[in-house]
């Protein structure tokens, strides 16, 4: 079993930043991809980024140029930063990791951060 635990949310106004963790910890065996997702009320979960455990990463095209993801795989956890925040970034990010046993990928998801930014 794998615990996340995510950090960083609030009310940030817009234009300024915002730094968000999530650590995983528990019986881990090998994390492949870490990931942030983000839904805003009545929206579907929706991707922002991606990175994968040898350092690849992918940004949806609203966030790209402002959101960097970082991981830091001795720590098991992944970072976002977001710069130049928009009100239509408000909304619960989740973090995602899949851990790998064996051949098989366990997926899990945060409990979420709420991310409000105000104009």
């Known amino acids: 079993q794998v615990q996340l635990v995510e950090s960083g949310g609030g009310l940030e106004q817009a234009g300024e930043s915002l730094r968000l963790s999530c650590v995983a910890s528990?019986?881990?065996?090998?994390?492949?991809?870490m990931g942030w997702y983000r839904q805003a009320p009545g929206k579907q979960r929706e991707l922002v980024a991606t990175a994968t455990n040898s350092g690849s990463t992918n940004y949806a095209d609203s966030v790209k140029g402002r959101f960097t993801i970082s991981r830091d795989n001795a720590k098991n956890t992944v970072y976002l930063q977001m710069n130049s925040l928009r009100p239509e970034d408000t909304a619960v990010y989740y973090c995602k990791v899949d851990h790998v046993v064996n051949t098989l990928i366990w997926i899990y998801w945060g409990q979420g951060t709420q991310v409000t930014v105000s104009s």
């Open positions: 528990g019986n881990i065996f090998s994390i492949k991809d």
